[in-house]
């Protein structure tokens, strides 16, 4: 029998949004938070971490791609990555589609995410398992601390900046991940809505100018997020997002086919904003 489960956004009050689900795959609590796994009427499977929808198989593609393809494609030979949050395993399969990235390193305070996603949403979560994958279940914050000069990228997949995750979107923790890339590293991060969330995003963003030659803020569409989008923050010790870009992908061996929303085209044009935005963000 179907029902609707109904977030209620705790960043933006006044806000919710329900999708219909026909039946609960999973249901617990660990020692961060409570987890959800939905079977839903038409977007597949569904995961909600404290009661905020993290992912659904309709457009997971599109968060994954692009939080993890960007910086890929904009490094030059990225080998070794990090992966902060991401329990879900969606930036793992992105990473891996590289045949430079020899090692990546998932660093996820809860276990019981990636279990939970490998047993329920293997399409998202299966290439946990691959040997170049090393799981460490532990704070992000004190592991990029604790790795200098470690790092070609850094990928922060997120939660929302509350609970377990709040620590993710303090100063500290940039200056944490700016250290543990190598000297023309980047740094890629889940940084919210720019028109729900503009706040947020323009402190990141100050981080960033702070601590990075290069700090931009793109984004992407992800209709089943209130609000339909989500963007990153873009911090980089070297390579703007587009020098390498057309390059990188000729040589890499990488089929289009394989992406579902990442492109050399939407690459670049992501980082467009409408003019308000652009102003807001950059003056
Ligand atoms: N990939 C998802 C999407 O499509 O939006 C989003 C997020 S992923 C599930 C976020 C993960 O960050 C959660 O599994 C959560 O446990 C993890 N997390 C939160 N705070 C963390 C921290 N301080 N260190 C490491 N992982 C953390």
Not at 29 to 53: A, C, N, P, W
Not at 70 to 97: T, Y
Not at 252 to 271: M, P, T, Y
């Amino acid at each position: 029998m179907a029902e609707w489960f109904t977030e209620q956004l705790a960043i933006v009050p006044g806000m919710r949004a329900q999708i219909e689900v026909t039946k609960k795959l999973a249901s617990e609590r660990s020692q961060f938070q409570k987890l959800e796994v939905y079977e839903t009427t038409s977007l597949g499977r569904m995961l909600v971490l404290d009661d905020v929808i993290q992912c659904t198989e309709f457009d997971e593609q599109s968060y994954h791609e692009m939080i993890c393809q960007v910086p890929l494609f904009a490094h030059p030979n990225p080998q070794k990555v990090l992966i902060i949050g991401g329990g879900d395993g969606g930036s793992v399969r992105e990473c891996l589609k590289h045949k430079s990235v020899q090692e990546v390193h998932l660093c996820e305070i809860d276990k019981r995410v990636v279990d939970l996603c490998l047993e329920h949403i293997p399409s998202m979560a299966g290439k946990v398992t691959d040997p170049r994958v090393h799981c460490h279940y532990e704070d992000g914050a004190a592991w990029a601390k604790n790795h200098p000069d470690t790092y070609d990228i850094i990928i922060v997949d997120s939660s929302d900046p509350i609970g377990p995750a709040e620590v993710l979107f303090q100063f500290p923790f940039y200056e944490s991940c700016r250290n543990a890339l190598k000297s023309d590293g980047i740094l890629a991060t889940q940084a919210e809505n720019f028109l729900l969330h503009a706040k947020i995003i323009k402190e990141l963003l100050s981080f960033g100018k702070k601590l990075f030659p290069i700090s931009r803020y793109y984004y992407t569409q992800v209709p089943t997020y209130p609000g339909g989008m989500i963007g990153f923050t873009f911090f980089s010790r070297k390579h703007a997002h587009d020098e390498l870009v057309d390059k990188r992908f000729a040589e890499s061996g990488i089929k289009a086919e394989e992406f579902r929303f990442w492109s050399v085209d939407f690459h670049k044009k992501a980082f467009t904003l409408p003019g308000a935005t652009m102003r807001d963000f950059y003056s």
